[in-house]
């Protein structure tokens, strides 16, 4: 299933970067097996495919596993508080718009901790891409419900399961203004990858939630290769149609699911005045 | 005998345009020459709560509010009794009201002032009608006060084309007129409150807020992150267009958390960034301060104090939140805070802040309070202003990988901007390696803390640690909107034959403990002066040991500002 998800455009034989270079060496913290080294991969893949050099890519993350995917890559990169990344690295991008702004997290911090953020940065509609790796499990504190575990989940601290209905980021995506709505699966780094450098390139917000299992604390995860599937659907334009599709899916179908055309944030004006015009707005008529 | 003082109360309702007959009154009196100073009392509710223009004129300048009020102009009744006792009045005062609004209410009335009947209305309006027209009574009441100072009417028609400016001639002609029949009425009471002569020169009329906001661009802050809360709404309302014309930005975050890591990452893109709130808002941000500290990423932060803990008073101010700006954060971190020492060095602090920032590559705090925010006040513009310092973005080796956070003899080191080929670094706010890599290792943790510590203990702010005046033996140490009441005080102590010394603090943390050392030499008593409970700078200054175990403290919660007359009498 490589490379299917979108057609990119983009012939990989005349790209100037390879994935390697979007690399820094380090190794990373997490687990063997942890689907977030498919979405590393599908990551310096998808921004050698882009093809603009490491010093003009900046990403941003807040905590957790995942978040720690910017020291694992040759980029700029910030790695911030739990869940204010979108929050940085959408005004990254207004005072730089020359550099691609990717923010990259998990499912605590950008649903849960960092949820209102998500809202609004929807909202803003800047232009940038967002990539949740979603294993459904704060890993990092050892295995406790996020905002997308199932409600029967059974775990320490909720014996029985959490019994909340889980986040649906997809359709609150489409709801609050985002332009760009994609299912990604790190098992599949090469059609992430394509997904990555598509939702780069759209204008406006672009989010990709990303399926990425987490092989310690929610082994069943490892089914999940077996349950995702190329989505027979994508909307353009249409929100409403788009969030009946995503609230109709039973969250396995990959691929673009929704494009929109909203506008973006405005890019700041040129000088029109100077601190002297404004000075004298205080002086006295005397 | 003409005076060269006056100090004068506008009270209504919310909405009865006090605040508006306040301002043409100073800027009216500005525009003639004089100095002046009006602060804002108010409540909670954004119509028909309390509301007062507290103005002062004078030929001299003037900052801190007065021990009493000369004139007490009632707009109406209402409200009266929610800030009558906040409002110093006594037997001298004159209480000017419309018979048709009621008697003087009792606690006005206590104050055993004179009481001048006047008719703001037309006597046979019923009290609908009077509703109704009333928002012309405000102007009536400034054109009868402005006569009666002695302001000629193109003084208070400069005002009022101003304030009124973009709002139709109907509006401005309106407000003239009524304004030019209570300047008529003057001329029908017995009443001399004329002002001497002023000494016009080239002034600015100019807020707080608008101060921190203007020396804030001055520095170079072209980046706001913000979320609206009183009193430093208004600071940013001003601030949003004059931002936009000159090519930056303000973008109004979905709450505090948002605001401030907003600014972070505008900062990291490169452009000197700032935040603005007041204490609710500071305690939310915290935890991002912390990672300013951590990942040396330069922000400047302005509080408007107001009245707390918890939501506390929105409106009105204190000097609470000194712990907060030297202390609050986990861990070690290390933070320039400055504080701006009257209204008018609001512009240059705000400048210093962004330098300070920015050269440091850490957040600076500047804690203003409502007092100095919300009062607006003639100034004599600052001839200095402080030398530009520089983010340092060029420098160290192109190594694969950049090291952002070498440890070295200076602990400055390059931040290079995002974009720059070769020094790609990671900003990183969990302990980490010299490259900004993570790490948990003892060796680096201490390497890293000591790079922030040296920072700090590197940092010399010379002459503009704060400042100092008169030589007496008795020395008052202040902060922020309580250093113009001490200096008032050292004023009246020094015409009675007992100079003391005012010694004010710009820069709160790290403390100047040289330059204190050599502004308290000698002093046999010293004051600490601050508008809290808990007497926050006191301990603080005690354990530092930047003063002595025998410093006494003078603290009090605010809102109530300190008067000259009240830190006179301590002392004596």
């Known amino acids: 299933m490589s490379g299917t998800l979108v057609d990119t455009g983009h012939d990989e034989a005349h790209c100037v970067f390879a994935a390697k270079d979007f690399s820094s060496g380090a190794h990373p913290v997490w687990c063997p097996g942890c689907g977030d080294f498919g979405v590393l991969a599908a990551l310096e893949r998808g921004l ?108 320490d601290i909720a014996p029985g399961g959490i019994g909340l209905r889980p986040f649906n ?43 990425s299992p987490c092989v310690t604390f929610r082994p069943e995860q490892t089914e999940w290769k077996k349950m995702v599937r190329p989505s027979a659907l994508s909307v353009d334009q249409d929100r409403a149609a788009a969030t009946a599709l995503v609230l109709a899916d039973d969250g396995f179908s990959l691929g673009v699911l929704f494009r929109g055309e909203r506008a973006s944030a405005a890019p700041a004006l040129k000088p029109q005045i100077s601190l002297a015009d404004i000075e004298r707005e205080f002086a006295l008529g005397v | 005998m003409a005076r060269t003082s006056i100090a004068v109360v506008f009270a209504g309702s919310g909405g009865a345009g006090a605040m508006t007959a306040g301002a043409v009154l100073l800027r009216a009196a500005a525009h003639a020459g004089y100095y002046g100073l009006m602060a804002q009392l108010f409540g909670a509710q954004v119509r028909g709560g309390e509301s007062a223009a507290l103005v002062q004129i004078s ?54 002032g004179r009481t001048v009947p006047l008719s703001m209305n037309d006597p046979q309006a019923s009290k609908l009608e009077r509703d109704l027209r009333g928002r012309h009574v405000n102007m009536f009441a400034v054109g009868m006060v402005c ?95 004059h931002l936009l014309k000159l090519g930056g930005r303000l973008v109004l975050g ?108 850490l957040p600076v705090i500047v804690l203003s309070d409502q007092s100095l925010g919300q009062t607006t006040t003639v100034i004599d513009p600052a001839a200095d202003r402080p030398k530009p310092l520089k983010r340092r973005i060029n420098g160290g080796q192109p190594d694969k990988p950049f090291k952002r956070y070498a440890i070295g003899s200076d602990p400055i080191t390059p931040m290079p901007l995002p974009g720059t080929p070769g020094y790609e670094w990671v900003a990183e706010g969990l302990t980490h390696n010299e490259v900004g890599l993570p790490a948990s290792g003892a060796g680096v943790h201490v390497a890293q803390i000591n790079k922030r510590a040296k920072k700090i203990r590197r940092f010399d702010p010379c002459n503009y640690w704060g400042a100092s005046w008169g030589n007496g033996d008795v020395a008052v140490l202040a902060f922020g909107s309580t250093i113009a009441p001490a200096r008032e ?22 403390l100047p403990m040289n330059s204190i050392a050599r502004a308290l030499n000698g002093a046999r008593r010293i004051i600490v002066v601050e508008q809290n409970h808990g007497a926050q700078l006191y301990h603080y200054l005690i354990g530092q040991k930047a003063i002595p175990p025998n410093a006494e403290s003078v603290a009090r919660p605010g809102p109530l500002p300190f008067r000259p007359s009240e830190i006179a009498s301590y002392v004596v």
């Not at chain 2, 005080?489 to 790290?510: F, N």
Request: net charge negative.
């Open chain 2, 489 to 510: 005080a050292a004023r009246r102590l020094a015409a009675t034959g007992r100079p003391i010394r005012v010694v004010a603090l710009r820069v709160l943390s790290p």
């Open chain 1, 169 to 211: 980021p997809l359709s609150v995506a489409i709801a609050a203004g985002a332009n760009y709505v994609a299912r990604g699966f790190s098992g599949d780094p090469n059609g992430l990858a394509d997904l990555i450098a598509d939702g780069i390139r759209w204008p406006g917000f672009a989010f990709i939630e990303v399926l």
């Open chain 2, 254 to 361: 979905e709450d505090e958390l948002a605001s401030i890591n907003m600014a972070l990452g505008a900062s990291y893109g490169g452009t000197p960034a700032m935040t603005v709130t007041s204490g609710p808002g500071f305690s939310l941000m915290i935890e991002t301060l912390g990672l300013a500290v951590a990942a040396e990423i330069p922000v400047v932060l302005i509080d408007v104090m107001r009245a707390g803990p918890s939501t506390g008073i929105a409106s009105k101010t204190e000097q609470s939140d000194v712990n907060l700006a030297i202390y609050g954060a986990h861990g070690d971190a290390p933070r320039v805070v400055l504080a701006p020492m009257s209204i008018a060095d609001c512009i240059n602090t705000a400048e210093y802040a962004v330098y300070v920032a920015e050269s440091l590559q």
């Open chain 2, 147 to 241: 006569a009666l100072i002695g302001l000629g009417a193109s003084d208070v028609q400069a005002a009022i084309d101003n304030i009124f400016a973009g709002r139709g001639k109907e509006l401005i002609a309106a407000n003239a007129k009524g304004a030019a029949l209570g300047a008529a009425a003057a001329a029908a009471l017995t009443l001399n409150l004329r002002l001497d002569a002023p000494r016009p020169a080239a002034r600015w009329l100019i807020s707080g807020n608008q101060a921190l906001a203007l020396g804030a661009l001055r520095g170079g802050v072209r980046f706001v992150g913000c979320y609206p809360i009183t009193p430093a709404t208004d600071l940013v309302e001003w601030l949003a267009p």
């Open chain 1, 48 to 155: 050698a495919k882009h093809g603009r050099p490491p010093n003009e890519v900046v990403l941003v993350s807040g905590i957790g596993c995942s978040s720690r995917l910017p020291g694992y890559m040759s980029c700029f990169g910030f790695h911030g508080v739990h869940g204010r990344a979108l929050a940085v690295a959408a005004e990254i991008k207004l005072v730089r718009p020359d550099l691609d702004v990717i923010s990259v997290g998990g499912d605590g911090d950008g649903y849960s901790i960092g949820g209102n953020h998500f809202i609004h940065a929807c909202r803003r509609n800047v232009d940038m891409l967002y990539v949740v790796m979603d294993n459904r499990v704060y890993g990092m504190t050892k295995g406790q419900p996020s905002p997308t575990t199932e409600p029967d989940w059974n775990c």
């Open chain 2, 59 to 112: 030929t001299e300048p003037i900052e801190a509010q007065p021990d009493r009020y000369d004139l007490f102009v009632a707009l109406d009744w209402d409200k009266v009794e929610q800030f009558a006792a906040e409002i110093p009045l006594d037997e001298a005062t004159v209480i000017i009201a419309d018979p048709q609004a009621g008697a003087v209410p009792p606690s006005i009335a206590k104050s055993k």
